[in-house]
């Protein structure tokens, strides 16, 4: 069983950069796909990035080239490198399995870009 905590959130201003991360527990994180979620007020949450059990890598289009992930196997830790940050990416942040996430999801991580 794996166990997801989130952390690395906060405010931060349009076009500023902020690199949230995501502790794992448990034996199998090396052998899991990963991703990145996140989910805004009155919105639906939504896939943002994924690293394979490989570090190959994938991106929504809202985020390309803007934002990386990345994971430390021996560390059990997943990363989510933000930059450029837009008002539109204010967000609770998750991490979890790809694709089929664990339930319950963690308490998220909360990113808010605003002046």
């Known amino acids: 069983q794996v166990q997801l905590v989130e952390s690395g959130g906060g405010l931060v201003q349009p076009g500023g950069s902020l690199r949230i991360s995501c502790a794992a527990s448990g034996s199998i994180f090396s052998i899991n796909h990963m991703g990145w979620y996140r989910q805004a007020p009155g919105k639906q949450r939504e896939l943002v990035a994924t690293v394979t059990s490989g570090g190959n890598t994938a991106y929504a289009d809202s985020v390309k080239g803007r934002f990386t992930i990345s994971r430390d196997n021996a560390k059990k830790t997943v990363y989510l490198q933000m930059n450029a940050l837009k008002p539109d990416d204010t967000a609770v942040y998750y991490c979890?399995?790809?694709?089929?996430?664990?339930?319950?999801w963690g308490q998220g991580t909360q990113v808010t870009v605003s002046s």
């Open positions: 979890n399995l790809y694709p089929a996430p664990l339930h319950p």
